[in-house]
């Protein structure tokens, strides 16, 4: 995989996350600029009405960001893809916006993706060096449980990562990229096909300031895009075990 130059968009979902802003911005741009790349961040925020519009205003004096204001359409994963479409860069990089994700971990995921050496990488909280800071049991195990059927689809340990950065080039492989709820980087890694994985280790910290948008709601959706992806990833398997049910349910019902 030949190697790029130095330049990334880092996309950032937002919904009221305006007091969050500030330290994300002089944090990321603190870390590129120490390791000397060019980086643009591009703000998609679904009409939040907190006064992040004139916050990245003020931002945009010092660093090169900008919002994306979608009125009418909201979703975490929709406003990924729509950053990417405004990404001026070759590699992109996707974070939250509360700090969970550590902005001085930017470069070195960018790094792998600029060097070739992966062509997807994730912010994992669970390789050597990784770890959810703070979180009670309880959170652990809901994550954990959530992670397994997803072990299943990608060889990532973190496939529920919301870190992660690619080329523009393997987004664009995407086949019938369907962006709903929360788990973009796992519809990405399924969709794209991917192969050449790279995880960094990640301490994930609670959210800086606001609250939570992780309803039980996505929660759903969550399973709803798992039966899609394994539907995609393994079709013969998928509808063989739906055949066997019906056999089996046949045979219950009216040969017994
Ligand atoms: N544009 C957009 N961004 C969203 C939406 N829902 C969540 N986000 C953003 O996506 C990122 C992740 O959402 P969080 O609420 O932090 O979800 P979480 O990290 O699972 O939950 P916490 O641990 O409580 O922070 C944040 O930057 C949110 O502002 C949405 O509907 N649209
Ligand atoms: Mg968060």
């Given at each position: 995989?030949?190697?790029?130059e130095?330049?990334?968009?880092?996309?950032?979902?937002?919904?009221?996350e305006?007091?969050?802003?500030?330290?994300?911005?002089?944090?990321?741009?603190?870390?590129?600029?120490?390791?000397?790349?060019?980086?643009?961040?591009?703000?998609v925020?679904?009409?939040?009405?907190?006064?992040?519009?004139?916050?990245?205003?003020?931002?945009?004096?010092?660093?090169?960001?900008?919002?994306?204001?979608?009125?009418?359409?909201?979703?975490?994963?929709?406003?990924?893809?729509?950053?990417?479409?405004?990404a001026?860069?070759e590699?992109?990089?996707?974070?939250?916006?509360?700090?969970?994700h550590?902005?001085?971990?930017?470069?070195?995921?960018a790094?792998?993706v600029?060097?070739?050496?992966?062509?997807?990488?994730?912010?994992?909280?669970y390789?050597?060096?990784?770890?959810?800071?703070?979180?009670?049991?309880l959170?652990?195990?809901?994550?954990w449980?959530?992670?397994?059927?997803?072990?299943?689809?990608?060889?990532?340990?973190?496939?529920m990562?919301?870190f992660?950065?690619?080329?523009?080039?393997?987004w664009?492989?995407?086949?019938r990229?369907?962006p709903?709820?929360?788990?973009?980087?796992?519809?990405?890694?399924v969709?794209?096909?991917?192969?050449?994985?790279?995880?960094?280790?990640?301490?994930?910290?609670?959210?800086?300031?606001?609250?939570?948008?992780?309803?039980?709601?996505q929660?759903?959706?969550?399973?709803?895009?798992l039966?899609?992806?394994y539907?995609?990833?393994?079709?013969?398997?998928?509808?063989?075990?739906?055949?066997l049910?019906?056999?089996?349910l046949?045979?219950l019902?009216?040969?017994?």
């Amino acid at each position: 995989m030949e190697e790029l130059e130095q330049r990334l968009s880092v996309v950032v979902p937002t919904y009221r996350e305006a007091d969050n802003l500030r330290p994300l911005c002089e944090r990321v741009f603190a870390a590129t600029r120490a390791s000397a790349i060019e980086a643009e961040m591009i703000i998609v925020d679904d009409d939040s009405d907190d006064g992040s519009e004139a916050i990245v205003a003020e931002l945009a004096n010092d660093f090169d960001v900008r919002i994306v204001v979608r009125r009418g359409e909201r979703g975490l994963s929709s406003a990924v893809v729509r950053g990417f479409e405004e990404a001026r860069h070759e590699v992109l990089l996707v974070m939250d916006a509360d700090l969970s994700h550590p902005p001085e971990k930017v470069p070195e995921l960018a790094r792998k993706v600029f060097d070739g050496e992966a062509e997807f990488v994730v912010g994992s909280r669970y390789v050597g060096g990784g770890e959810m800071r703070d979180w009670p049991f309880l959170r652990r195990l809901n994550s954990w449980v959530a992670t397994v059927p997803a072990r299943l689809l990608t060889p990532v340990r973190d496939p529920m990562a919301g870190f992660f950065c690619l080329r523009r080039e393997t987004w664009r492989r995407a086949e019938r990229l369907n962006p709903i709820g929360y788990k973009i980087a796992l519809e990405l890694m399924v969709k794209c096909r991917c192969r050449r994985y790279a995880e960094v280790p990640i301490v994930f910290t609670d959210r800086l300031h606001g609250t939570s948008k992780l309803t039980f709601w996505q929660q759903l959706l969550y399973l709803r895009q798992l039966c899609g992806l394994y539907v995609f990833r393994f079709p013969g398997l998928v509808i063989g075990g739906i055949l066997l049910g019906l056999a089996g349910l046949i045979w219950l019902v009216w040969v017994r």
